[in-house]
Nanobody, 118 residues
Framework: QVHLVESGGGLVQAGGSQRLSCAAS????????MGWFRQAPGKEREFVAG????????YYGASVKGRFTISRDNAKNTIYLQMNSLKPEDTAAYYC???????????WGQGTQVTVSS
């Protein structure tokens, strides 16, 4: 089992920056990838960014590419999401997730709210 705890959400003005963290515990040594998703009220969940645990390769959703950066700290089993040039449309609950074996994201955190004011 994998336990994920996100932190770093809050209120930020448009154009500002914020960094989210996700600490993983449990069966993380077999993780294939970790990622960030978000969901705004009334909208479907959206992929934001992912990182492959062994290689560090990263990939991003089209709406955040060039503004957000995902990174990892292997020693701490933690991933981060640096969000720059935030827009009101980035307002959402952000969720951390683990893909243990390249078969899809199977473990999810409780989410952290990010609100971007205009």
């Amino acid at each position: 089992q994998v336990h994920l705890v996100e932190s770093g959400g809050g209120l930020v003005q448009a154009g500002g920056s914020q960094r989210l963290s996700c600490a993983a515990s449990g069966r993380t040594f077999t993780s294939y990838a970790m990622g960030w998703f978000r969901q705004a009220p009334g909208k479907e969940r959206e992929f934001v960014a992912g990182i492959r645990w062994s290689s560090g390769s990263t990939y991003y959703g089209a709406s955040v590419k060039g503004r957000f950066t995902i990174s990892r700290d292997n020693a701490k089993n933690t991933i981060y999401l640096q969000m720059n040039s935030l827009k009101p449309e980035d307002t959402a609950a952000y969720y951390c997730a683990v893909d243990p074996s390249n078969r899809g994201y199977a473990y999810w955190g409780q989410g952290t709210q990010v609100t971007v004011s205009s």
